[in-house]
Structure formats: structure tokens, C-alpha cells
């Protein structure tokens, strides 16, 4: 349920910059131009193994952003923008449709592929500014130095501006007109990438793999993830991937919303100990169809209770306090 009185947040993902610099970020510097694998479709796994094999190994998980992006309130839109006829975007519908994002399509204006993502997006931004008076978060999900200009004038009109983007791909500057950024692999949940198949060329990611976010008030910290990617197939239409994500098992699923919720709260707070309400709400906000009740617990507490191995439960006082299970935050 919104709280009319509580943040509101919305989030705009260029949505090619991501999966570009991501790919660049785990294969090297303008590989995902030489590979070609904007065109890349399920029927060419077949000839390039290799390819399709890259492109599993740098699979953005799309709801790790929107998760991180709703720990700062109520999510009221989400928007990704890119060319949705490639291959390689169109492979993502199930993460996005069941995340409730808005796709919206750009067509390629010229060869060389570029859709004009930057404007189209930095005006969507700015006429949502003035036509939703009561948003008080924007994040944007990308690293190029064109949205500078986009970030200086949110935080003008009073908008406190997350930025979210791959290392080594995101602009110092774009980082300098932010409130906040944060580098896609420090997001709770994103683990780092897979090493290469045997026989296949070694990842150029020495300068790459640093985590980290920058804050304007606060010194960058480190965070470290345990939840492992979930697989993305390319074969799968947005049914199939829905389909599947309907036949995993709750409990597994409401085990890794907990530790998820945990680890943005302390990224949040600086504090091991969070209150009960908050890691309860926070789920609630990453996936609104969380019940404990459904799941067989009488209370929330007896839901923590059980997952001694992800979480531990003070209930000494009024203040019920849960914190992550150290073995998991040393990680």
C-alpha cells in the first residue's frame, strides 16, 4: 500500500547502455560491437556457441536494479528504453514484464544502430518532474556522460538523483551530479561474472571488477553478494520465462527476498540491526505478492525464525530487531 506522506520513486534504464557496458565490462572494450551480438538470436546458438555463451555470462539481472531502486520507496513508474526488435533486448521481456517496466520502443535512427535513448528518456524525465509534483527520488539506470544535464536539472527541481551504472563504463562527471551512485556490481544479489568456458578468450575485467558506490555526505563502501544470478535463457518468450518463475519453489523464493531486503536495509542504514517493520516493508515493496500467512507462518517472526541461515530474530524487546546472519555478511 503507498503512503501518501512516503518517497516515490521513479526509475529510467537505458535500457542498451546496460546491457552493452555490461557486456564490454565481462568480455573487453568494444567486444559487443565486434561480436555482434545485438543481432545475436536463439537460431545462431547453434553456429556461435561462443557468442550465445558470452552473452549468458554478461546476462543483466534486471531485478537486482529495480529491487535496489525500491529501497528508497514506493516505485510509482519504471521505464527502459531501447530497440525491443533485436535479439539480444527482446531476450529480456520475461525480467521485465513480470517487474511491471514500461517498455518503451526506440527504432535505430541510423546504421551504426544509435536510437536516441539519451533524449527520449531526459524529456520523458523532465515532463514527469513537473506532471508528478509529489516524486521525490529519480534514478537513473546508465553511465554516459549525456545525462549530466538530465541529473543537474532533477536535483534542481528538488529530486534526489540516484545513479546507477556499470564500472568502468560510468562518467566521473555523471557521478559528480548525482546524490548518489552506485556501480551495478555492488547491487545486493549480483554476484561476480562467470569466468570463461574453457577454450574461450579470458575476460578483460582487471579494472572492471571494482565494487563500489559514491555518495556526495558519505565515503564509498564496498558490499559483497551472495545470492547467486539467476539464469536467463534467450529461448524464452515472456510466458515462458512467467511460467517458470510461477513453478520455483515459494519458500526458496521468499528465502532470497529476505536476504536481499536484509542486505539493502544495512547498505541503507550502516546498521546491522533493522527493525522488523522495515525488512517487512521492503520486501513488500520488491514483491508485493509476499505473504507470510501464504507461506504457512502465523506471524512474520516465526517466518524469520526459520530461516536461522539467512537471518537472526532479537525479540527481547518491544523493538523486534533482525540483522543478516554474520556468516552471510562477512561475504
Not at 555482434?36 to 549468458?56: C, I, T, Y
Given at each position: 500500500?503507498?503512503?501518501?506522506?512516503?518517497?516515490?520513486?521513479?526509475?529510467?534504464?537505458?535500457?542498451?547502455?546496460?546491457?552493452?557496458?555490461?557486456?564490454?565490462?565481462?568480455?573487453?572494450?568494444?567486444?559487443?560491437?565486434?561480436?555482434?551480438?545485438?543481432?545475436?538470436?536463439?537460431?545462431?546458438?547453434?553456429?556461435?556457441?561462443?557468442?550465445?555463451?558470452?552473452?549468458?555470462?554478461?546476462?543483466?539481472?534486471?531485478?537486482?536494479?529495480?529491487?535496489?531502486?525500491?529501497?528508497?520507496?514506493?516505485?510509482?513508474?519504471?521505464?527502459?528504453?531501447?530497440?525491443?526488435?533485436?535479439?539480444?533486448?527482446?531476450?529480456?521481456?520475461?525480467?521485465?514484464?513480470?517487474?511491471?517496466?514500461?517498455?518503451?520502443?526506440?527504432?535505430?535512427?541510423?546504421?551504426?544502430?544509435?536510437?536516441?535513448?539519451?533524449?527520449?528518456?531526459?524529456?520523458?524525465?523532465?515532463?514527469?518532474?513537473?506532471?508528478?509534483?509529489?516524486?521525490?527520488?529519480v534514478v537513473i539506470v546508465a553511465g554516459d556522460s549525456d545525462y549530466i544535464a538530465l541529473a543537474q536539472r532533477c536535483r534542481r527541481l528538488g529530486r534526489?538523483?540516484?545513479?546507477?551504472?556499470?564500472?568502468?563504463?560510468?562518467?566521473?562527471?555523471?557521478?559528480?551530479?548525482?546524490?548518489?551512485?552506485?556501480?551495478?556490481?555492488?547491487?545486493?544479489?549480483?554476484?561476480?561474472?562467470?569466468?570463461?568456458?574453457?577454450?574461450?578468450?579470458?575476460?578483460?575485467?582487471?579494472?572492471?571488477?571494482?565494487?563500489?558506490?559514491?555518495?556526495?555526505?558519505?565515503?564509498?563502501?564496498?558490499?559483497?553478494?551472495?545470492?547467486?544470478?539467476?539464469?536467463?535463457?534467450?529461448?524464452?518468450?515472456?510466458?515462458?520465462?512467467?511460467?517458470?518463475?510461477?513453478?520455483?519453489?515459494?519458500?526458496?523464493?521468499?528465502?532470497?527476498?529476505?536476504?536481499?531486503?536484509?542486505?539493502?536495509?544495512?547498505?541503507?542504514?550502516?546498521?546491522?540491526?533493522?527493525?522488523?517493520?522495515?525488512?517487512?516493508?521492503?520486501?513488500?515493496?520488491?514483491?508485493?505478492?509476499?505473504?507470510?500467512?501464504?507461506?504457512?507462518?502465523?506471524?512474520?517472526?516465526?517466518?524469520?525464525?526459520?530461516?536461522?541461515?539467512?537471518?537472526?530474530?532479537?525479540?527481547?524487546?518491544?523493538?523486534?530487531?533482525?540483522?543478516?546472519?554474520?556468516?552471510?555478511?562477512?561475504?
Amino acid at each position: 500500500m503507498n503512503d501518501p506522506g512516503g518517497t516515490r520513486v521513479a526509475v529510467y534504464i537505458d535500457f542498451d547502455n546496460i546491457v552493452i557496458s555490461r557486456y564490454d565490462q565481462v568480455h573487453g572494450r568494444n567486444q559487443f560491437q565486434r561480436d555482434k551480438a545485438r543481432g545475436f538470436s536463439p537460431a545462431d546458438q547453434a553456429a556461435e556457441s561462443e557468442v550465445a555463451d558470452k552473452l549468458r555470462r554478461a546476462t543483466v539481472d534486471v531485478g537486482a536494479i529495480i529491487d535496489y531502486a525500491s529501497s528508497f520507496g514506493t516505485l510509482v513508474l519504471t521505464r527502459a528504453y531501447a530497440d525491443w526488435s533485436a535479439p539480444v533486448n527482446a531476450g529480456y521481456r520475461g525480467q521485465l514484464v513480470s517487474r511491471a517496466v514500461d517498455l518503451v520502443q526506440l527504432f535505430p535512427a541510423a546504421a551504426y544502430a544509435k536510437n536516441g535513448a539519451d533524449i527520449r528518456l531526459a524529456v520523458d524525465a523532465v515532463e514527469d518532474m513537473f506532471r508528478l509534483p509529489d516524486l521525490t527520488h529519480v534514478v537513473i539506470v546508465a553511465g554516459d556522460s549525456d545525462y549530466i544535464a538530465l541529473a543537474q536539472r532533477c536535483r534542481r527541481l528538488g529530486r534526489y538523483v540516484v545513479g546507477v551504472g556499470v564500472a568502468g563504463s560510468t562518467s566521473r562527471s555523471l557521478a559528480a551530479a548525482c546524490d548518489e551512485l552506485v556501480t551495478y556490481d555492488a547491487l545486493p544479489g549480483i554476484s561476480l561474472p562467470e569466468p570463461a568456458a574453457v577454450g574461450a578468450a579470458a575476460p578483460e575485467q582487471a579494472a572492471s571488477t571494482a565494487r563500489g558506490r559514491t555518495r556526495r555526505t558519505k565515503r564509498p563502501a564496498e558490499t559483497a553478494a551472495s545470492d547467486s544470478k539467476p539464469d536467463h535463457d534467450p529461448d524464452h518468450d515472456a510466458d515462458a520465462d512467467t511460467d517458470v518463475a510461477d513453478a520455483e519453489d515459494p519458500q526458496l523464493v521468499a528465502t532470497r527476498l529476505l536476504e536481499r531486503a536484509l542486505r539493502l536495509g544495512q547498505e541503507k542504514d550502516d546498521d546491522d540491526w533493522l527493525h522488523s517493520s522495515a525488512v517487512k516493508s521492503q520486501m513488500r515493496r520488491m514483491d508485493p505478492s509476499f505473504s507470510e500467512r501464504a507461506l504457512g507462518y502465523r506471524s512474520f517472526s516465526d517466518f524469520v525464525k526459520s530461516r536461522e541461515s539467512v537471518a537472526e530474530l532479537d525479540d527481547t524487546s518491544t523493538a523486534r530487531l533482525i540483522r543478516l546472519n554474520p556468516d552471510l555478511s562477512a561475504r
